[in-house]
Structures are given as structure tokens and as C-alpha cells.
């Protein structure tokens, strides 16, 4: 099987479903195979209390559009010790715990039950979440950063690198990790002069860093105690870094099972399908339909979590964008782009400002 351009859309799209999560949003990994019939993609994952659990639950296209949301289905959450609930139903196909009727608990195992309206039923295998995870140092540096053009020439871009520096516990037990990012930054629409003084409030722009690739680690054959990465994320210089810029890295610590298939996600990511390459298959989730005759796609996740933040702030980036939304007086009301005038038409953005914004530094 060879990974057509759409299918590797499709991917990209995944990667940053991924990314969004830890801003509140779902994770969805989906893998499109050569079938006739849609397939009902399952993702999802229970974090340390008191993190909610998460379930997104799709249908894939035939036309190899992105998949479509799968309302009205009836999502169970079970753990080892004999404790369940059944999540509530948030709309566009996504299913939230209450965060406390079945905790997260390092150590115990998870699994979840889906029923749609049509009576198909599907179930995960038991998912085991880590004790232990690493301990995350984050620094960045801005350097340029070559790339090539489709013409063949060299370009060098102003960047942003995050390195990590991880400390490993002193345990017998494996390590299987996975790092995602976001980014937060501030958009000031144009302050147009006014009798009042007034001044427009801010939007709050959130966004996923990184999420082309997926970052894996494992300690299994790894010598020593620390693991170091320095060009962890990048992210491009632009006129977004006139204001304060905050960071957030998640550390995902996950069981070898759950490892191994976003593992088999990154070969099938990263596979362009030249004719040199083995055919990539695919990823094998851990979700099972009752009918043998039915095939679903996705993983329900484990996950022991932490994050780490940093900021950046203009004074501390080379930058020699301007501000499109600079107000002057010579400039005429219909040369403002959309955004100078109305900020919330900026992609993800919010008038809501995140709740470590401030604390940040």
C-alpha cells in the first residue's frame, strides 16, 4: 500500500488534533486504509487525577476527506479495581469523564466501552498507566535554520529551538515516552484613536508547535541517567513574536504497547511511499469491535503526564517583522488587514487568557 498526498493531509491534520489536547482539545490519530466502507476511528486517554478522560470517536470518509464526528454513543470507562462511568456526551464526537468518579491512578488499567446508536459496540483492550516518568528542563535558543526550496535553493530562516534536558529515574521499570507542544501568544488588534481612550482588549492565540513530527523516547537500550535533545521543537521567527510567547511541552509517559503503535504512527507518517520503500502497513490500535467481521482504527491511552513552561518575550527575539496592526494616521481604514480590526477571526484565538499567563516567565 502506498500513502497517497491526501492521506498524508490527513496525518498532518492528526498531528495537530495531538497538540491541542493539553489545551483542551482531543488527540486523533487515524490511519486510512484502502476500504470501500468507512471504519469508526476511537481515540482517546485517561490522565493522573484530576485530569478528565477524553474519548473522540470518528467515522473516516470514503473520499478521503477528514473524518466526521460520531454523536449520540454511549462511552464507558472502566478501571482494574471495579470502578466505571459513563462519559458525557460534549457534541462534534467528543466524550469527557467527570475526572473523579473513575480516576487516574498510576498503576492501574483502563479500558473503555463505545455503543453508537446502531448498536455496533467496540471495546480496548485494558491499557496500563506508567508510575514513573522523567523530569523536564526546557531551554531555547534562536538560530537560523537551513531549508530547500522546490528550485533547489538554500534558505535560511530565523528560528526558534527548544532544547530538553531530561533527568530518568532510578527504576527497573521502562520508560516510554512522548513529547507535544503548544504555544500561546497575544494578538493586539489596531488601537484606533477615540474620544473614550478606549483600548480593544487582546486575543489569546493557541496553537500547536512541532506537530509534523512526533518526539519518542524509550530508556530501553539507553545508557546513562540523562537524555538530552536540542532541537526538540522549532519554530519559525514572525511578526506573532512582537508579544510575549509561552511554551508548554508535555511529557506523556505511556505503556510499551500504547509506545509501540505511535511508534508504527511515525514510520507511517514519515513514509512518503517512494519505490524504495517497504509498504508501512498499518498501525495496529487496541480497539476491537464485537462484529469479527468489522475493522476500527485507534488507541485508548494511559498516559502519566507532566507539563513545563517557558515564555519568551520580544525583547529577548531577533525580529525585524513590523506590526501589520501599527495604527497611522495616514494609513487608510481599508488597509488594515481582517484581524487588526477583529482579532477573534484569527485562527484559535480567544479573549480568554490562559490561567498560567501571567504566572509565566
Given at each position: 500500500m502506498k500513502l497517497t498526498k491526501m492521506k498524508l493531509r490527513?496525518?498532518?491534520?492528526?498531528?495537530?488534533?495531538?497538540?491541542?489536547?493539553?489545551?483542551?482539545?482531543?488527540?486523533?490519530?487515524?490511519?486510512?486504509?484502502?476500504?470501500?466502507?468507512?471504519?469508526?476511528?476511537?481515540?482517546?486517554?485517561?490522565?493522573?487525577?484530576?485530569?478528565?478522560?477524553?474519548?473522540?470517536?470518528n467515522q473516516t470518509s470514503t473520499t478521503g476527506g477528514i473524518p466526521v464526528p460520531v454523536r449520540g454513543a454511549c462511552v464507558m470507562l472502566f478501571d482494574n479495581e471495579g470502578n466505571s462511568e459513563e462519559l458525557e456526551d460534549e457534541g462534534d464526537g467528543l466524550y469527557l469523564s467527570s475526572g473523579t468518579i473513575v480516576p487516574g491512578v498510576p498503576g492501574n488499567a483502563y479500558h473503555i466501552e463505545v455503543q453508537l446508536v446502531t448498536g455496533?459496540?467496540?471495546?480496548?483492550?485494558?491499557?496500563?498507566?506508567?508510575?514513573?516518568?522523567?523530569?523536564?528542563?526546557?531551554?531555547?535558543?534562536?538560530?537560523?535554520?537551513?531549508?530547500?526550496?522546490?528550485?533547489?535553493?538554500?534558505?535560511?530562516?530565523?528560528?526558534?529551538?527548544?532544547?530538553?534536558?531530561?533527568?530518568?529515574?532510578?527504576?527497573?521499570?521502562?520508560?516510554?515516552?512522548?513529547w507535544v507542544a503548544d504555544e500561546v501568544y497575544q494578538f493586539l488588534p489596531t488601537d484606533f484613536p477615540d474620544p473614550f481612550g478606549s483600548i480593544p482588549p487582546p486575543c489569546y492565540v493557541t496553537q500547536p508547535v512541532g506537530a509534523q513530527t512526533i518526539e519518542l523516547f524509550t530508556t530501553i537500550s539507553f545508557q546513562g541517567n540523562v537524555y538530552n535533545d536540542p532541537?526538540?521543537?522549532?519554530?519559525?521567527?514572525?511578526?506573532?513574536?512582537?508579544?510575549?510567547?509561552?511554551?508548554?511541552?508535555?511529557?506523556?509517559?505511556?505503556?510499551?504497547?500504547?509506545?509501540?503503535?505511535?511508534?508504527?504512527?511515525?514510520?507511517?507518517t514519515e513514509n512518503q511511499g517512494s519505490l524504495?520503500?517497504?509498504?508501512?502497513?498499518?498501525?495496529?490500535?487496541?480497539?476491537?469491535?464485537?462484529?469479527?467481521?468489522?475493522?476500527?482504527?485507534?488507541?485508548?491511552?494511559?498516559?502519566?503526564?507532566?507539563?513545563t513552561r517557558f515564555a519568551v518575550f520580544?525583547?529577548?527575539?531577533?525580529?525585524?517583522?513590523?506590526?501589520p496592526c501599527e495604527y497611522n494616521a495616514s494609513r487608510p481604514f481599508g488597509d488594515y488587514p481582517q484581524q487588526c480590526l477583529q482579532c477573534?477571526?484569527?485562527?484559535?484565538?480567544?479573549?480568554?487568557?490562559?490561567?498560567?499567563?501571567l504566572t509565566t516567565n
Amino acid at each position: 500500500m502506498k500513502l497517497t498526498k491526501m492521506k498524508l493531509r490527513q496525518f498532518t491534520y492528526s498531528l495537530f488534533a495531538l497538540a491541542l489536547l493539553f489545551a483542551g482539545c482531543e488527540d486523533e490519530f487515524f490511519l486510512i486504509e484502502d476500504k470501500t466502507e468507512p471504519q469508526i476511528v476511537i481515540t482517546g486517554n485517561v490522565r493522573q487525577a484530576p485530569g478528565k478522560a477524553v474519548v473522540n470517536v470518528n467515522q473516516t470518509s470514503t473520499t478521503g476527506g477528514i473524518p466526521v464526528p460520531v454523536r449520540g454513543a454511549c462511552v464507558m470507562l472502566f478501571d482494574n479495581e471495579g470502578n466505571s462511568e459513563e462519559l458525557e456526551d460534549e457534541g462534534d464526537g467528543l466524550y469527557l469523564s467527570s475526572g473523579t468518579i473513575v480516576p487516574g491512578v498510576p498503576g492501574n488499567a483502563y479500558h473503555i466501552e463505545v455503543q453508537l446508536v446502531t448498536g455496533n459496540t467496540y471495546r480496548s483492550v485494558p491499557d496500563t498507566m506508567p508510575s514513573y516518568k522523567m523530569e523536564d528542563e526546557l531551554s531555547w535558543r534562536q538560530d537560523l535554520e537551513t531549508s530547500t526550496s522546490d528550485l533547489g535553493i538554500d534558505i535560511q530562516t530565523e528560528t526558534l529551538f527548544t532544547e530538553i534536558t531530561s533527568s530518568i529515574p532510578s527504576t527497573d521499570e521502562e520508560l516510554f515516552i512522548q513529547w507535544v507542544a503548544d504555544e500561546v501568544y497575544q494578538f493586539l488588534p489596531t488601537d484606533f484613536p477615540d474620544p473614550f481612550g478606549s483600548i480593544p482588549p487582546p486575543c489569546y492565540v493557541t496553537q500547536p508547535v512541532g506537530a509534523q513530527t512526533i518526539e519518542l523516547f524509550t530508556t530501553i537500550s539507553f545508557q546513562g541517567n540523562v537524555y538530552n535533545d536540542p532541537t526538540l521543537f522549532s519554530r519559525p521567527v514572525d511578526d506573532s513574536f512582537l508579544t510575549k510567547h509561552i511554551f508548554s511541552v508535555y511529557q506523556l509517559s505511556m505503556s510499551e504497547q500504547s509506545y509501540t503503535y505511535m511508534n508504527d504512527i511515525k514510520v507511517l507518517t514519515e513514509n512518503q511511499g517512494s519505490l524504495f520503500d517497504q509498504p508501512p502497513g498499518l498501525a495496529l490500535g487496541n480497539i476491537i469491535p464485537d462484529d469479527p467481521n468489522e475493522s476500527a482504527q485507534g488507541f485508548f491511552q494511559a498516559l502519566l503526564t507532566d507539563t513545563t513552561r517557558f515564555a519568551v518575550f520580544p525583547d529577548q527575539v531577533r525580529n525585524e517583522f513590523r506590526d501589520p496592526c501599527e495604527y497611522n494616521a495616514s494609513r487608510p481604514f481599508g488597509d488594515y488587514p481582517q484581524q487588526c480590526l477583529q482579532c477573534l477571526t484569527v485562527p484559535n484565538s480567544s479573549y480568554t487568557r490562559p490561567s498560567y499567563w501571567l504566572t509565566t516567565n
